[in-house]
């Protein structure tokens, strides 16, 4: 199985997506802390970006606190996955998950790759 999940989205409609609830409810400590030092909207947006492609793929609903999107020693986005989104994805068989991020001035582009 190999599924490309391309999305690429204005930040001002990720921020009025983004706006129904609060950034808690989207995102870990570590996620909100990691941010803190960036733009945070365009950095939080593409990680809700990711997390909603998932949960869609995997039909896992509003289970965003299940998925971690932190940066690795060299920046790199990596994905960690718990409680019912890890089993999901172990019962469908999917041995890999990659991520990428990119954003401009107004747009956030998201690719994620699911093996």
Do not use: W
Request: with cysteine.
């Amino acid at each position: 199985m190999f599924k490309e999940i391309s999305i690429t989205k204005s930040v001002r409609d990720v921020e009025t997506l983004m706006r129904n609830q609060s950034e808690e409810y989207y995102f870990c400590s570590n996620e909100l802390k990691s941010v803190e030092h960036k733009n945070a909207i365009k950095s939080l947006g593409a990680r809700y970006l990711i997390k909603r492609a998932i949960l869609d793929y995997i039909e896992q609903g509003d289970a965003y606190l299940e998925i971690e999107i932190k940066n690795d020693e060299q920046e790199k986005p990596d994905i960690i996955f718990y409680n019912r989104v890890r089993n999901k994805i172990k019962d469908l068989g999917i041995s890999n998950v990659e991520i990428s991020i990119s954003h401009s001035r107004n747009f956030i582009a998201i690719l994620v790759i699911i093996e």
